[in-house]
């Protein structure tokens, strides 16, 4: 089966897959917050400091005063981080494969 973005979410999943690839991550993501503005983050894994893509994204739309976020997509298989992004409200969570094909989306409460 295959699975169907609007552009706004298609846009989310390339500008994730473009993250992830920019550093040679293992997963990258892209949050969408409620003015429509993008941000990004891939995994950050030094000796003292470890960040999931997912906690990078929303902590540079939090940086960036980001109150809601709408959508979060997910290139890789990650998940550390989803709760922050449902704490701010957010309610559709791509999952994509690393070629940027959408594999599900799930819609949170």
Request: charged share 20%; with cysteine.
């Amino acid at each position: 089966m295959t699975v169907q973005l609007n552009p706004d979410d298609h846009k989310l999943v390339v500008l994730a897959r473009a993250a992830l690839a920019r550093v040679g991550a293992a997963a990258g993501a892209a949050v969408r917050d409620n003015t429509g503005r993008t941000y990004t983050g891939a995994e950050v894994a030094l000796p003292s400091l470890r960040l999931s893509a997912i906690e990078v994204a929303v902590s540079q739309a939090v940086a960036s005063g980001a109150e809601r976020l709408d959508a979060l997509a997910i290139v890789g298989n990650e998940k550390l981080g989803i709760a922050a992004a449902a704490e701010l409200g957010c309610h559709t969570v791509i999952q994509a494969d690393s070629d940027g094909n959408p594999l599900t989306i799930d819609e949170m409460s």
